[in-house]
């Protein structure tokens, strides 16, 4: 591990020594006069931090909650926006995801079915099955008349052969 | 411990609902499984989460205003907020994530609609401290005096560097060091990745560290 990674793992090797994954940063500390004065002096601002107390909560404190509870409960259920409100202001939004996902299966097929339209040359176009049958049908006059045209160059002997002679 | 069940009907329809636990059970519950308890309109629940949280909460506050009564008002206003929110709350983080974004919110907004009046911390000789519970003697020749302007002046300068920092820094820092919320939860809270979180403590620690040198 180098001084620099090490230093900014130093706040984790303060908060949590005995943790396994800091058994690296804590190798290089006591390896290294440098980082180990930097942890000293980051142990020394974190006593220093708690130096710095909240006062008690007054006597008063669940008196006066309870006056505004009572008040709340009074008051008309809140209305829609207003839940709506709190509800953006302070959840973590994961229950807009299945809508954000949709959403974005919405934008993919239609932006796709677009794309795909655009990107779609006339030359490659599918013959449809009427067509198909029309060809086919052209192709079966085609033989049919090949046919004709093989019966009639073999018929001019029979048909000698059929004249009444002179 | 002072109660909250302010409804008595409330009270009265306990025994009658079957999901409803006593006031004991709660100790062995989840924060979340109250609040749905919460919601199906059992009080002694919230009291129950107004009493494990309320000192946390004011503390959080305080540091955050830096006044008693404010950050007291403010705390109630975080559990009014809560209570409102009954009906919409969902079990999707933990309860005192969801709880710390309320006090954040709140105290963010406070000290954007009071920058004005907030100036410069003056300090008044004839004035109590409300963390010594003393007033301020620039002269007095008692043993112990000097130390004890010292300890002051530390204490003067700890808020004042820590309130100084940007305002994610200064949540984050009040979240870690003060209320013990781990990396998760404070990003959870400020809307953060967990490296991110880590990197936004790592730069107000370093910052501390640089102002506050002199007292260590």
């Known amino acids: ?166 | 411990m002072a109660t909250l069940a302010l409804n008595p009907q409330l009270v009265e329809q306990l025994p009658a609902t079957a999901q409803h636990h006593a006031p004991a059970d709660f100790v062995h519950m989840d924060d979340a499984a109250i609040m749905l308890e919460l919601r199906s309109g059992n009080m002694a629940g919230f009291d129950y989460l107004i009493q494990k949280y309320r000192k946390p909460i004011i503390h959080f506050m305080y540091r955050m205003v830096h006044n008693q009564a404010v950050a007291e008002e403010l705390a109630q206003e975080v559990f009014l907020r809560v209570y409102r929110s009954r009906e919409t709350y969902r079990a999707e983080a933990r309860f005192s994530t969801w709880l710390y974004r309320i006090a954040t919110n709140l105290a963010v907004n406070h000290a954007r609609d009071t920058k004005q009046e907030r100036s410069a911390s003056t300090i008044h000789l004839d004035e109590v401290d409300p963390e010594t519970g003393t007033t301020p003697d620039v002269a007095d020749s008692a043993i112990g005096a000097e130390s004890e302007m010292l300890r002051r002046e530390r204490l003067n300068a700890i808020r004042q560097h820590v309130l100084a920092l940007p305002e994610r820094q200064r949540m984050a820092v009040l979240m870690h060091k003060y209320e013990g919320l781990d990396y998760k939860q404070i990003g959870d809270v400020l809307k953060l990745s967990e490296s991110a979180t880590k990197s936004l403590l790592f730069r107000a620690y370093q910052t501390l560290r640089e102002k506050l040198k002199t007292f260590v």
């Open chain 1, 1 to 166: 591990m180098i001084c620099r990674d090490s230093k900014s793992a130093l706040p984790d090797l303060l908060l949590d020594p005995t943790a396994p994954t800091n058994s690296a940063v804590r190798a290089h500390v006591d390896s290294c006069a440098e980082c180990r004065r930097e942890l000293a002096t980051l142990e020394a601002t974190f006593a220093l931090l708690d130096e710095w107390k909240a006062p008690e909560p007054s006597p008063y404190f669940d008196q006066k909650l309870a006056v505004r509870l009572r008040e709340e409960q009074a008051n008309a259920p809140a209305g829609w926006l207003e839940r709506m409100r709190a509800r953006l202001l302070f959840n973590t939004g994961r229950q807009f995801r299945p809508a954000f996902a949709a959403a974005l299966a919405v934008a993919l097929l239609v932006g796709g079915g677009t794309i795909a339209n655009l990107s779609q040359h006339p030359a490659h176009r599918e013959t449809s099955a009427t067509i198909t049958d029309l060809q086919v049908f052209d192709k079966n006059d085609q033989a049919l008349q090949t046919m004709d045209q093989l019966l009639q160059d073999e018929s001019p002997s029979d048909d000698n052969a059929a004249q009444p002679t002179t």
